[in-house]
């Protein structure tokens, strides 16, 4: 579930920026220990929140890294005594299968084919962009500005492997949405006719997206999902094993996935 360690690290990055405590320090390494559990690419927080903590509070730095490193650790172990050693093999046989030596070559046309699917990231990105220049002119910048070029660089590296999708998009869309917020937001007080051309195109890209959102609200619709395991009850008998992609179709069928993906 995507979403999920997107919202973990913006908390994170929330609690660093609004305040300066030793509970808000603990508070964010757990929220970025847990993004990672949830999702072995979410790394681009704790990145984030380290160099800003490194040029404000270096008091702090230690803290967070140890109690993020501390937690991430305990909460593998967990996860692997609880999988019976199978989290370990599949993270070992999975992290870099899709990784070759073309890795490089595939980040363009993959980004070209995701056009299509995402035309809201694609106006985003460069409004981000241009907030991030003024940003760095005006010597304003803030933890969120930070976030962009590290989820950026987690995005070069997922698109290295085959295989990468919109949900790889989420997390610098987010951020882009964020920083095109400010954006408005400063020319607004600084160029009123620039900032209304900023909705306009959101908007625009907004109503583009909207076809794609409804085709993707069907294909996961429960009843469409339901009808998929009927099917396969009755190609499968009850005690058969089945080797899927997918983990939440053995466990459909109260079974313990072969290989989680």
């Known amino acids: 579930y995507d979403p999920l360690p997107v919202a973990l690290q913006l908390s994170a990055l929330a609690l660093i920026a609004r305040g300066r405590g030793r509970v808000a320090i603990v508070i964010a390494a757990l929220l970025c220990a847990l993004a990672l559990l949830s999702k072995l690419g979410a790394i681009w927080g704790v990145g984030t929140i380290g160099v800003w903590l490194w040029s404000r509070n270096r ?32 993270v070992y046989a999975f992290s870099s299968s899709a990784v070759g030596e073309d890795g490089i070559g595939r980040i363009p046309p993959q980004l070209v084919e995701m056009a299509s699917i995402a035309p809201l990231f694609y106006v985003l990105l460069p409004l981000a962009v241009i907030e991030l220049v ?20 987690t995005l070069i590296i997922a698109l290295t492997r085959s295989g990468a999708g919109f949900n790889h998009l989420l997390d610098l869309t987010i951020l882009s949405a964020v920083m095109t917020a400010r954006l408005w937001m400063r020319w607004t007080q600084e160029h009123p006719s620039r900032a209304a051309l900023v909705p306009i195109a ?10 794609l959102l409804v085709e993707a609200t069907e294909e996961i619709s429960p009843g469409r999902l339901r009808g998929d395991i009927l099917f396969l009850d009755r190609l499968v008998g009850p005690d058969d094993r089945i080797l899927s992609e997918d983990p939440s179709i053995p466990i459909a069928r109260d079974q313990v996935p072969v290989v989680l993906d």
Do not use: K
């Open 59 to 90: 008091r702090a730095l230690g803290p967070f890294l140890g109690v993020y490193l501390a937690a991430s650790g305990l909460g593998f172990l967990l996860v692997q005594l609880a999988s019976e050693g199978r989290f370990w093999q599949n």
């Open 134 to 153: 003024l940003a760095r002119r005006g010597r304003d910048i803030t933890i969120y500005h930070v976030a962009v070029p590290f989820a950026a660089a």
């Open 202 to 211: 959101v908007m625009l890209a907004t109503i583009a997206s909207y076809p």
